[in-house]
């Protein structure tokens, strides 16, 4: 696969320089091999912070507040009167499926026999309360409505009963509900933590950075724990928990009993090979120590040859990538503009 | 350096000690340029590690038949015990039970969930494994639903993984498919950061986590996400982690706290950490680097992309076994000499 255009073949000669001249450090420490140690950090930094505002800040705080401040002027009459019309077109085309000869279908999915009040003021709720939600937009709520009844599966076959259903809605209806405001003040805060981080870069108002560090910390800690305590420890534990002699219709089964053996005897001993309460003087301690670091070692041996098989890959990744789209590619680019 | 001045330097090296550095790395280089050179074919052994990860992903519809019957008895218990009594808990019980099968209905065989949590550094080994599992998935029609963990950096390989995967169906050896569909085959919700946090999110309801997909699309506007609101909905969750800690997050939330089968893509150099979990059944099966990626290749018949690159990885490793073999020789005879002085 090489380069289709010009600015493509362009990218993939920088890409091949700069692999060439983070393989020169194999040689020698050189200025090309500094640079592109550089140009690494410096890219992969530059596109963290992008890609962390376009999908962390703008879509979960500047949106919803630019939003929560449009929709804070926003014209009551408007929103209703919009609300109202596609709700009357969504009710229009559910009875036209009906007259279709859909009606035992609709009247089979679950819980759409009789209309359902709270369900509907629950799914309008969903629509018209989403942060990011547009209420100056008739066809933003438009889509809103119709995308929310049509995964609910509310029957909405009379029109009446929604028509009447939606005015009853209407009298305790806000455009920006009170729990939005508080919502606000929760994003405020949140920030004002995020941005209590960067007093570590002033030394007499560094201690401010503790509070969030605190939360963080605090959060993060009573969430996990609980929950890797149980799959880190308790899980692990209770596997260890194996049958000494394994049994099968045919007698014993060897390999399974040595396999559970090896298994529990490595546990123990490499357990107890880090048990430095006390001196391990004796010939039993010293020969169980002995079988602890015998199973350290085969393990660190399976780690460094999947270690070597992890560098050999990204080696060949790159061979590869200066075979094929480098060199087969650069080729192929001009052979093809001729 | 004056004379009788003792050598900083140490011993003088001869031409060997100075320059077998770059020799060893010419001598690797040489290997893994014939390696890719090597049209031949190659025969593996699928492991059980990997056996595991492919059969859980071919019982999925098996598994979800299965679900949806157990809620269906669920159902007919409740509506028995809705004859004497009718209170409204019993009702919306009743309602989420109906709901629930209805959800499940949509998608017959099955939803897995894909973690993409790697960056370039890692791409060469876990870039082949991601296209060979969702080639898989798209092979056996099962929905796709792919998010990246911790780092933000996966969002364009992934993005590019998915492309590829979803327009390269007739390539398969077996299993062909045709051109999938982003949004109704397949959905991508990018990054969002704090990872255990979202995936807890997740748990309770994917809408509200992500709001958009990666291109900004609603999600509750797309087809994909009408039979799919939480981790129940969802049959197998696949992580493919460059990183440290990414797949433990997965097996804490995934599997221990909302009883998914879990799978693993590791890069190599971890792989052997996560065995342990195998064997408590904590997960399902694992990949262990770019041997795992062609394993499972050769098992769901996708275009050898991992597999293509075990000729440069068996000659290096026999390289590898060589040197260690040179070294030890060399360090027993040093050894032997050391004595007799």
């Given amino acids: 696969m090489g380069p289709d255009t010009f600015i493509d073949l362009i990218g993939v000669w920088i890409a091949a320089l700069l692999t060439l001249g983070v393989y020169s450090s194999l040689i020698k420490d050189t200025f090309i091999s500094k640079l592109t140690e550089a140009v690494f950090v410096g890219v992969s930094f530059g596109m963290s912070i992008v890609f962390t505002y376009y999908n962390g800040i703008k879509p979960k705080?500047?949106?919803?507040?630019?939003?929560?401040?449009?929709?804070?002027?926003?014209?009551?009459?408007?929103?209703?009167?919009?609300?109202?019309?596609?709700?009357?077109?969504?009710?229009?085309?559910?009875?036209?499926?009906?007259?279709?000869?859909?009606?035992?279908?609709?009247?089979?999915?679950?819980?759409?026999?009789?209309?359902?009040?709270?369900?509907?003021?629950?799914?309008?709720?969903?629509?018209?309360?989403?942060?990011?939600?547009?209420?100056?937009?008739?066809?933003?709520?438009?889509?809103?409505?119709?995308?929310?009844?049509?995964?609910?599966?509310?029957?909405?076959?009379?029109?009446?009963?929604?028509?009447?259903?939606?005015?009853?809605?209407?009298?305790?209806y806000k455009t920006v509900p009170t729990s939005r405001h508080f919502w606000v003040l929760y994003i405020f805060i949140s920030v004002l933590l995020g941005l209590m981080f960067i007093t570590r870069f002033f030394p007499k108002h560094a201690w401010l950075s503790r509070f969030p560090m605190a939360y963080t910390i605090g959060i993060g800690v009573g969430m996990g724990t609980p929950?890797?305590?149980?799959?880190?420890?308790?899980?692990?534990?209770?596997?260890?928990?194996?049958?000494?002699?394994?049994?099968?219709?045919?007698?014993?089964?060897?390999?399974?009993?040595?396999?559970?053996?090896?298994?529990?005897?490595?546990?123990?001993?490499?357990?107890?090979?880090?048990?430095?309460?006390?001196?391990?003087?004796?010939?039993?301690?010293?020969?169980?120590t002995k079988i602890g670091i015998a199973y350290l070692m085969i393990g660190f041996g399976a780690s460094f040859a999947f270690t070597i098989m992890a560098?050999?890959?990204?080696?060949?990744?790159?061979?590869?990538f200066l075979q094929d789209e480098w060199i087969q590619g650069t080729y192929e680019f001009f052979k093809y503009l001729k | 350096?004056?004379?009788?001045?003792?050598?900083?330097?140490?011993?003088?090296?001869?031409?060997?000690?100075?320059?077998?550095?770059?020799?060893?790395?010419?001598?690797?280089l040489l290997c893994v340029v014939g390696g890719t050179l090597t049209r031949l074919p190659l025969s593996l052994s699928v492991s059980d590690a990997t056996q595991g990860v492919f059969d859980t992903l071919e019982k999925l519809p098996e598994?979800?038949?299965?679900?949806?019957?157990?809620?269906?008895?669920?159902?007919?218990?409740?509506?028995?015990?809705a004859k004497s009594n009718s209170g409204p808990d019993l009702q919306k019980?009743?309602?989420?039970?109906?709901?629930?099968?209805?959800?499940?209905?949509?998608?017959?065989?099955?939803?897995?969930?894909?973690?993409?949590?790697?960056?370039?550094?890692?791409?060469a080994e876990l870039g082949p494994m991601a296209h060979?599992?969702?080639r898989h998935c798209f092979s056996r029609g099962v929905k796709v639903l792919i998010n990246t963990g911790g780092n933000v950096m996966s969002q364009p390989l992934a993005q590019n993984i998915i492309s590829a995967s979803a327009t390269e169906g007739a390539l398969m050896k077996k299993n062909k498919y045709d051109f999938m569909q982003d949004g109704v085959d397949y959905v991508f919700f990018g990054f969002r950061p704090n990872a255990f946090q979202l995936y807890l999110q997740m748990g309770e309801n994917i809408l509200t986590a992500y709001e958009t997909d990666y291109a900004g699309h609603d999600l509750t506007l797309l087809p994909i996400m009408r039979g799919i609101r939480n981790f129940s909905d969802i049959d197998m969750v696949f992580s493919i982690s460059g990183y440290v800690g990414s797949p433990e997050t997965w097996i804490t939330v995934g599997n221990t706290k909302f009883?998914?089968?879990?799978?693993l893509g590791q890069v190599a150099i971890s792989a052997s950490d996560y065995y342990p979990y195998i064997q408590s059944k904590q997960i399902c099966g694992m990949l262990p680097g770019l041997r795992g990626a062609a394993e499972y290749e050769g098992a769901c018949g996708s275009p050898p992309r991992a597999t293509g690159r075990m000729w440069a990885q068996l000659y290096t490793h026999t390289f590898a076994i060589l040197l260690i073999i040179i070294g030890n020789l060399e360090f027993f005879f040093k050894g032997f000499k050391h004595r007799k002085v």
């Fill in chain 1, 61 to 172: 705080i500047e949106e919803p507040l630019v939003r929560y401040y449009q929709n804070l002027h926003v014209d009551y009459a408007t929103v209703t009167n919009a609300v109202t019309e596609s709700m009357a077109k969504i009710a229009d085309a559910e009875t036209v499926k009906l007259s279709e000869g859909d009606s035992a279908v609709v009247d089979n999915i679950p819980g759409s026999t009789v209309f359902d009040t709270n369900r509907f003021f629950a799914v309008l709720d969903s629509a018209l309360y989403k942060q990011t939600l547009k209420l100056q937009s008739t066809n933003d709520v438009a889509v809103s409505l119709q995308s929310a009844f049509a995964s609910s599966e509310i029957n909405l076959k009379s029109k009446d009963a929604v028509m009447g259903a939606l005015n009853e809605y209407f009298k305790s």
């Fill in chain 1, 227 to 288: 929950l890797s305590f149980q799959s880190q420890i308790m899980q692990q534990v209770q596997a260890s928990f194996i049958p000494m002699l394994v049994r099968n219709s045919g007698g014993i089964d060897w390999l399974a009993t040595f396999g559970n053996l090896s298994l529990v005897i490595g546990t123990l001993t490499v357990l107890y090979y880090f048990f430095f309460s006390f001196k391990k003087e004796d010939a039993a301690s010293r020969g169980a």
């Fill in chain 1, 311 to 320: 560098r050999v890959s990204l080696l060949i990744g790159r061979i590869n």
């Fill in chain 2, 1 to 28: 350096m004056a004379s009788g001045s003792p050598n900083i330097y140490g011993p003088k090296q001869n031409f060997w000690q100075r320059h077998y550095r770059p020799l060893i790395y010419l001598l690797t």
């Fill in chain 2, 63 to 81: 598994l979800r038949a299965q679900d949806i019957e157990k809620q269906q008895a669920l159902l007919a218990e409740k509506l028995e015990e």
């Fill in chain 2, 93 to 123: 019980e009743i309602a989420a039970i109906r709901d629930k099968i209805a959800r499940l209905q949509m998608n017959p065989k099955g939803v897995v969930l894909v973690c993409i949590d790697f960056d370039p550094s890692t791409e």
């Fill in chain 2, 132 to 134: 060979a599992f969702i």
């Fill in chain 2, 259 to 263: 009883g998914k089968p879990v799978a």
